[in-house]
T-cell receptor
Framework: DTAVSQTPKYLVTQMGNDKSIKCEQN?????MYWYKQDSKKFLKIMFS???????INETVPNRFSPKSPDKAHLNLHINSLELGDSAVYFC??????????????FGPGTRLLVL | GENVEQHPSTLSVQEGDSAVIKCTYS??????FPWYKQELGKRPQLIID?????GEKKDQRIAVTLNKTAKHFSLHITETQPEDSAVYFC???????????FGSGTQLTVLP
C-alpha cells in the first residue's frame, strides 16, 4: 500500500503548455506539501496545505497553482510551462503542520521535462 | 528565515570506514533537526532526527549530534556499506515555523 502517491511519474511536454500533477496520501495526515528539486538536488518547499487551507506559499511564480479538494489530495497545476520548470516535483505529507510534531513522508516524485 | 548550510557536497569513503556530514543553521529558535536519505531516482526518506533537548541520538550504525551553542549538527555513519551510497539532506525547523529548511545535500559514495 503506497502511503503517498503521485501521478504522473514522468511528464514530458512543450514550452507554453499547461499541465497538472496529482498527489494522494492514505495516511490520514492533515498537512500536505509540494517541493521542487532541481538538477543540483536542492529541495525547496513551494506550498503547504493544512486541512485544505494554504499555510505556506513561497516565492513561486503565479503560473503555479495548488489545489486541495480534501485533506487526502493536493494537486499542482502549472500554466505556460517554461524550460526552467524542468525538475522533480515531490509531494509530501505529515500528521501536523509543525515539522517537529510529525515526520514528513515524500511521494515518489514527478519528473517534469519541458522541451 | 532559517538558513541551513551543509558540508561537504560530495564525500567518498572506503567500505567499512566512517562518514561524517556537517550542517549549520542560523535560527537559534530551531529545535527539530531531521536527516533524510535519497537514493538515486528515489524519494527522500527520514533516517534519523534529533530535538534540541537532546545532544546525541543513535540508531544502529547512524548517529546524530547537536551543538546548540554553536548551532551545528552532524550525521555520523559507521562501518559504511555500499548501500549507504546516496544523497543525504539535513534540515532544520523552529517550533513556530511550519516548514523544514533543507541543506543542499551531500552525495555519499561508499567504495567497495
Amino acid at each position: 500500500d503506497t502511503a503517498v502517491s503521485q501521478t504522473p511519474k514522468y511528464l514530458v511536454t512543450q514550452m507554453g503548455n499547461d499541465k497538472s500533477i496529482k498527489c494522494e496520501q492514505n495516511l490520514g495526515h492533515d498537512t500536505m506539501y509540494w517541493y521542487k528539486q532541481d538538477s543540483k538536488k536542492f529541495l525547496k518547499i513551494m506550498f503547504s496545505y493544512n486541512n485544505k487551507e494554504l499555510i505556506i506559499n513561497e516565492t513561486v511564480p503565479n503560473r503555479f497553482s495548488p489545489k486541495s479538494p480534501d485533506k487526502a489530495h493536493l494537486n499542482l497545476h502549472i500554466n505556460s510551462l517554461e524550460l526552467g520548470d524542468s525538475a522533480v516535483y515531490f509531494c509530501a505529507s505529515s500528521q501536523d503542520s509543525r515539522p517537529g510534531k510529525g515526520t514528513q513522508y515524500f511521494g515518489p516524485g514527478t519528473r517534469l521535462l519541458v522541451l | 528565515g532559517e538558513n541551513v548550510e551543509q558540508h561537504p557536497s560530495t564525500l567518498s569513503v572506503q567500505e567499512g570506514d566512517s562518514a561524517v556530514i556537517k550542517c549549520t543553521y542560523s535560527d537559534s529558535a530551531s529545535n527539530y533537526f531531521p536527516w533524510y536519505k535519497q537514493e538515486l531516482g528515489k524519494r527522500p526518506q527520514l533516517i534519523i532526527d534529533i530535538r534540541s533537548n537532546v545532544g546525541e541520538k543513535k540508531d544502529q550504525r547512524i548517529a546524530v549530534t547537536l551543538n546548540k551553542t554553536a548551532k551545528h549538527f552532524s550525521l555520523h555513519i559507521t562501518e559504511t556499506q555500499p548501500e549507504d551510497s546516496a544523497v543525504y539532506f539535513c534540515a532544520a525547523s523552529s517550533g513556530s515555523a511550519r516548514q523544514l529548511t533543507f541543506g543542499s545535500g551531500t552525495q555519499l559514495t561508499v567504495l567497495p
